[in-house]
């Protein structure tokens, strides 16, 4: 629905300075904010002026619309058209004498704006602005009587006040551009400021991560190559302690039975510790070699089930391993899978007093295996969850007091599930034991891509 509020006709260049003064008078009856009213009758005026330029005069419609609620202007003229109207929309094309300038900016004041022309009829261009909130609602033919009514007995100033008024809006328009170029040049200097401090930031950071890289890699080839000084005076440790345990020399005493005992236990124990460190030296050196090979896991639990045969195990803690027939069989590493879970088994027989240890295997979805190793120990409370696969991170208990080891086994075996595609899992309640698991693919696929977080394999060796 659109209601007429008033028309008026361009013949002469007072008729345009008109036609501004009424858009104007309108804007401020139906409550435009005074930027408002300048943008409404500055575009007025200059569709105004081409069809006094241009097609030797016009009319210009002043309506309400109701849906959406808009102030519409319409200035039609009879003149020769545009012709070249499409390249003056897109900017394309400017009249020496500035037509395709009116036109554009007009646009650009408005919120609604629609232009037709062609030889025959004319030129009709369609200038819409929103109306404010509170006139929106009173789009009603009360209120175009109205405005008729206040625009009647409106005071319409000399085209000379008009014309100082446009100077003063073009003096506030030049004042107000100013003060926005002082404010961006303002935020260009601190936004280069914070630019330069970004990039001293970003090269301090670069710096770190060099020094960072440079401290791991000097931590690995410390750890890998201290690893290799222990292992020949372990191994003479070993070999000495196993030779006098098989009274090679002839037979001991009680008490040396048990000094020999103890010696080997402990050189057993640093053994395995530096064992550990070696692995996680290359592991975070990027050299950890993954050697897949086909595999059940019956084959996996039995040699699980012979090595800890072997170790004395607490009458009261039961070691129990599920039927894994019915799983398919898996392509990966065992060795490095087989040392999880025995890491899995051996940090539950140190911290379950009685009760068993349960370790299963199950397929789940994606092509993917599940291991656990369930034990009734202790358990873990929620807030050491997490600290137990730290390095060297051990909780204080009584059994951990008793219970030897350097605390690297969790976090070993955490990064060996890493580096074999799966990731480990800890459920575990205080006082009411912990599962452990390590999710894996049931076949290794080489990774294509660097995957933040996991180690880098530089080596995979297919048997």
Same mark, same amino acid.
């Given at each position: 629905?659109?209601?007429?509020?008033l028309?008026?006709?361009?013949r002469t260049?007072?008729?345009?300075?008109?036609?501004?003064?009424r858009?104007?008078?309108?804007a401020?009856?139906?409550?435009?904010?005074?930027?408002?009213?300048?943008?409404?009758?500055?575009?007025?005026?200059?569709?105004a002026?081409?069809?006094?330029?241009?097609?030797a005069?016009?009319?210009?419609?002043?309506?309400l619309?109701?849906?959406?609620p808009?102030?519409?202007?319409t200035?039609?003229?009879?003149?020769p058209?545009?012709?070249?109207?499409?390249?003056?929309?897109?900017g394309?094309?400017?009249?020496?004498t500035?037509?395709?300038?009116g036109i554009?900016?007009?646009r650009?004041?408005?919120?609604r704006?629609?232009v037709?022309?062609?030889?025959?009829?004319?030129?009709?261009?369609?200038?819409g602005k929103?109306l404010p909130?509170?006139?929106?609602?009173a789009?009603?033919?009360?209120?175009?009587?109205r405005?008729?009514?206040e625009?009647?007995?409106?005071?319409?100033?000399?085209?000379?006040?008009?014309?100082?008024?446009?100077?003063?809006?073009l003096f506030?328009?030049?004042?107000d551009a100013?003060?926005?170029?002082l404010?961006?040049?303002?935020?260009?200097?601190?936004?280069?400021?914070?630019?330069?401090?970004?990039?001293a930031?970003?090269?301090?950071?670069?710096?770190?991560?060099?020094?960072l890289?440079?401290?791991?890699?000097l931590?690995?080839?410390?750890?890998?190559?201290?690893s290799?000084?222990l292992?020949?005076?372990?191994?003479?440790?070993?070999?000495?302690?196993?030779?006098l345990?098989?009274h090679?020399?002839?037979?001991?005493?009680?008490?040396?039975?048990?000094?020999?005992r103890f010696v080997?236990t402990?050189a057993?124990?640093?053994?395995?510790?530096?064992n550990?460190?070696?692995?996680l030296?290359?592991?975070?050196?990027?050299?950890?070699?993954?050697?897949?090979?086909?595999?059940t896991?019956?084959?996996?639990?039995?040699?699980?089930?012979?090595?800890?045969?072997?170790?004395a195990?607490?009458?009261?803690?039961?070691?129990?391993?599920?039927?894994?027939?019915?799983?398919?069989p898996?392509?990966?590493?065992?060795?490095?899978l087989?040392?999880?879970?025995?890491?899995?088994?051996?940090?539950?027989l140190?911290?379950?007093?009685?009760?068993?240890?349960?370790?299963?295997a199950?397929?789940?979805?994606?092509?993917?295996?599940?291991?656990?190793v369930?034990?009734?120990g202790?358990?873990?409370?929620?807030?050491?969850?997490?600290?137990i696969f730290?390095?060297?991170?051990?909780?204080d208990?009584?059994?951990q007091?008793?219970?030897? &080891?350097?605390g690297? &086994?969790?976090?070993?075996?955490r990064?060996?599930a890493?580096?074999?595609?799966?990731?480990?899992?800890?459920?575990?309640?205080l006082?009411? &034991?912990?599962?452990f698991?390590?999710?894996?693919?049931?076949?290794?696929?080489?990774p294509?891509?660097s995957?933040p977080?996991?180690p880098?394999?530089?080596?995979?060796?297919?048997?």
């Amino acid at each position: 629905m659109s209601l007429t509020v008033l028309t008026t006709d361009i013949r002469t260049e007072h008729d345009v300075v008109l036609a501004r003064q009424r858009a104007r008078q309108i804007a401020s009856l139906l409550g435009f904010e005074a930027q408002d009213q300048t943008r409404l009758a500055t575009a007025v005026s200059e569709i105004a002026r081409n069809a006094y330029q241009y097609a030797a005069g016009g009319r210009v419609t002043f309506e309400l619309e109701a849906q959406p609620p808009m102030l519409v202007v319409t200035v039609r003229d009879r003149g020769p058209g545009i012709t070249r109207l499409a390249e003056v929309l897109d900017g394309r094309y400017h009249s020496p004498t500035g037509m395709g300038l009116g036109i554009l900016g007009a646009r650009r004041l408005s919120d609604r704006f629609d232009v037709r022309s062609s030889p025959d009829t004319g030129t009709t261009v369609l200038l819409g602005k929103l109306l404010p909130a509170r006139a929106a609602a009173a789009v009603t033919s009360e209120t175009v009587a109205r405005l008729g009514r206040e625009l009647a007995v409106a005071v319409t100033p000399d085209p000379h006040a008009e014309l100082r008024a446009q100077n003063q809006e073009l003096f506030r328009a030049v004042e107000d551009a100013a003060q926005r170029q002082l404010e961006v040049e303002r935020l260009n200097q601190e936004l280069a400021e914070t630019n330069r401090g970004v990039l001293a930031l970003y090269a301090e950071l670069d710096e770190k991560a060099a020094d960072l890289a440079r401290a791991s890699e000097l931590k690995s080839r410390f750890l890998s190559n201290i690893s290799h000084e222990l292992r020949t005076p372990l191994n003479a440790i070993l070999n000495i302690s196993r030779l006098l345990m098989d009274h090679v020399d002839g037979p001991l005493n009680e008490e040396q039975e048990r000094q020999v005992r103890f010696v080997r236990t402990a050189a057993i124990t640093l053994s395995e510790m530096v064992n550990d460190l070696l692995d996680l030296a290359r592991i975070e050196a990027g050299r950890s070699v993954v050697r897949p090979t086909a595999f059940t896991v019956l084959d996996l639990f039995s040699a699980l089930r012979g090595m800890f045969r072997a170790m004395a195990l607490s009458e009261t803690v039961a070691l129990v391993f599920e039927d894994p027939s019915e799983l398919p069989p898996l392509h990966t590493d065992e060795g490095k899978l087989s040392q999880i879970l025995r890491n899995f088994i051996a940090n539950a027989l140190k911290f379950t007093e009685t009760g068993e240890i349960r370790v299963s295997a199950a397929a789940v979805a994606d092509g993917r295996i599940t291991f656990a190793v369930a034990d009734t120990g202790i358990g873990i409370a929620p807030g050491d969850q997490e600290k137990i696969f730290e390095e060297f991170s051990q909780l204080d208990s009584a059994l951990q007091r008793k219970a030897v &080891g350097a605390g690297l &086994g969790l976090p070993l075996s955490r990064k060996l599930a890493e580096l074999l595609g799966g990731q480990v899992a800890l459920s575990s309640e205080l006082g009411a &034991g912990s599962t452990f698991s390590v999710t894996i693919p049931v076949r290794y696929a080489v990774p294509r891509v660097s995957v933040p977080g996991q180690p880098a394999i530089e080596e995979v060796q297919h048997a």
